[in-house]
């Protein structure tokens, strides 16, 4: 058995051409409603992706799920029977009573309810903490987490920032925009049960370019974003984020040949509106 799975996703792309050789806030809690607080991170007013990268860096995690199915151990993760997976994510929301993290479904597909399963989170400035399922949408591919702040140093907190969702993001966005990825370093097994992993996190980005703002992915039978631009395993669940720092879309996969596809906004904005804020 294999002792990880790097994820980023291998698709198949239909656009007017078909591709070949593809691998692979804080947010106040009103109803219904998302407000930027204290919490969210810095949008710039001027393009500047170094800025960008910088501010959105603090909304970056690294997620790590280990499956206990067949191993007698439920607590050894660094024993080579337990099979996992690392991809990445990021911060939608931080208040009193949670922390809840976006990323891809196929990311935590070990996890359930029961929370039988580990699942780790490693935020940007190194700190781990051990996260629960809020909610997920396979045929989305999108999955929601949630760590009690309670377990945070309140230092450790204040470093901390959620993305910006608006009603404004996907409309900034064209073909032919600058995006940019978060890339993290992998961590390993043994960091993790230390809780405390630097220098790992968002260590950099890729820069790239909207082909087409709304592609047709014939594997998925959806619209979605279509970017040219580097991704390396592990990658996803990563916000994409344009020059400016707004999140506009999270990754789903990537191809040999720098193409890649995120899942658009409103479809990430709309689940976590009607699963995480409206679910309460």
Do not use: W
Not at 254 to 259: A, F, I, L, P, S
């Amino acid at each position: 058995m294999r002792e990880y799975n790097y994820y980023i996703k291998k698709i198949k792309i239909s656009l007017l051409v078909v591709l070949t050789g593809i691998l692979l806030c804080s947010c106040h809690k009103e109803k219904g409603n998302i407000k930027p607080c204290d919490y969210s991170m810095t949008v710039l007013e001027n393009a500047n992706v170094s800025e960008a990268f910088e501010n959105a860096k603090r909304t970056e995690v690294q997620i790590h799920v280990f499956d206990f199915s067949l191993s007698p151990d439920k607590n050894d993760i660094t024993n080579p029977s337990v099979s996992g997976c690392f991809g990445s994510g990021n911060i939608f929301l931080i208040d009193e009573e949670r922390i809840i993290i976006g990323t891809n479904y196929h990311v935590i597909k070990y996890l359930d309810y029961s929370n039988e399963n580990k699942c780790y989170v490693t935020f940007f400035n190194g700190v781990t903490k051990e996260a629960k399922l809020q909610c997920y949408d396979k045929d989305l591919d999108i999955a929601f987490l949630k760590i009690d702040p309670k377990h945070l140093d309140e230092e450790v907190k204040k470093e901390l920032k959620s993305v910006v969702l608006d009603d404004v993001s996907n409309d900034r966005l064209s073909d032919n925009s600058i995006i940019f990825l978060i890339h993290s370093k992998q961590i390993e097994r043994s960091a993790l049960l230390e809780k405390k992993a630097e220098d790992k996190v968002a260590d950099t980005s890729f820069t790239g370019i909207v082909i087409q703002k709304e592609a047709f992915v014939e594997s998925l039978n959806k619209n979605m974003l279509y970017i040219n631009c580097y991704v390396e395993d592990g990658m996803s669940g990563t916000g994409t984020f344009d020059e400016y720092g707004n999140y506009v879309g999270m990754l789903e996969g990537g191809t040999e040949d720098k193409m890649a596809v995120s899942i658009s906004y409103g479809d990430v904005k709309k689940y976590f509106k009607n699963s995480v804020l409206l679910a309460e």
